[in-house]
């Protein structure tokens, strides 16, 4: 059964930090490539970042340039996105993805609630 379970979610303040990581099965990480989407309250689903197999090349989206950190472990079969320097903004549900690399495959994980809040 192919999974894609996300955690590390939680609420924190201005300026903070926070680690997600998604952990993959079912299926052979290391031939996907590891995406990060955010969706908010009321709003469509934003890219956020994404990396390369081999974890070479990472490509984030400018709201979070500076900020988030995308790393894989494909031993662990895990993503990782270090948050830091948090911002009111970036309150939302974050959902990683897998995508088969050459293929139309792709797997979606359930989602961590992330909230910045005074």
């Known amino acids: 059964q192919v999974q894609l379970v996300e955690s590390g979610g939680g609420t924190v303040q201005p300026g903070g930090s926070l680690k997600l990581a998604c952990v993959g099965s079912?299926?052979?990480?290391?031939?996907?490539?590891m995406k990060w989407y955010r969706q908010r309250p009321g709003k469509e689903g934003v890219y956020v970042a994404g990396?390369?197999?081999?974890?070479?090349?990472?490509s984030y989206a400018e709201s979070v340039k500076g900020r988030f950190t995308l790393s894989r472990d494909n031993v662990r079969k895990t993503g990782y996105l270090q948050m830091n320097a948090l911002k009111l903004e970036d309150t939302a549900v974050y959902y990683c993805?897998?995508?088969?690399?050459?293929?139309?495959?792709?797997?979606w994980g359930q989602g961590t609630q992330v909230t910045v809040s005074t």
């Open positions: 993805r897998a995508e088969g690399q050459g293929s139309n495959t792709a797997y």
């Open positions: 079912g299926f052979t990480f290391r031939y996907y490539v």
């Open positions: 990396i390369t197999i081999d974890g070479g090349r990472k």
